[in-house]
């Protein structure tokens, strides 16, 4: 059992940055990978980036490759997503999710558990 809360989202002018956080809430001590995937409105929701439990293994969709870092502090019970050069398509709400299965992968899914998400408005 697992909860996850999105944070960070807001507007930003096309070329800026912005970091989402995701709080990962355990009520066991089971471990999780850890993904951010996104939706607009009218289209199909997309893989972002996903981490390994460790933090050793990440994965990147192609749209965000060389813009978006994602990385996570066990400790803090935090996973974040740095978003650099944003552009206007990258507007969407923007969803952490996590699951157990093979949690040192960082796989683009499948996930059981989903936050309620954070918008991001990208201006032109």
């Known amino acids: 059992q697992v909860q996850l809360v999105e944070s960070g989202g807001g507007l930003v002018q096309t070329g800026g940055s912005l970091r989402l956080s995701c709080a990962v809430s355990?009520?066991?001590?089971?471990?999780?990978?850890i993904a951010w995937f996104r939706q607009a409105p009218g289209r199909e929701r997309e893989f972002v980036a996903a981490?390994?439990?460790?933090?050793?293994?990440?994965n990147y969709g192609d749209p965000v490759k060389g813009r978006f870092t994602i990385s996570r502090d066990n400790a803090k019970d935090l996973v974040y997503l740095q978003m650099n050069s944003l552009k206007p398509e990258d507007t969407a709400v923007y969803y952490c999710?996590?699951?157990?299965?093979?949690?040192?992968?960082?796989?683009?899914?499948?996930?059981?558990?989903w936050g309620q998400g954070t918008q991001v408005t990208v201006s032109s």
């Open positions: 999710a996590a699951d157990a299965t093979l949690p040192w992968v960082a796989s683009t899914g499948p996930y059981n558990y």
């Open positions: 355990r009520r066991t001590f089971a471990t999780y990978r």
């Open positions: 981490i390994s439990w460790s933090g050793g293994s990440t």
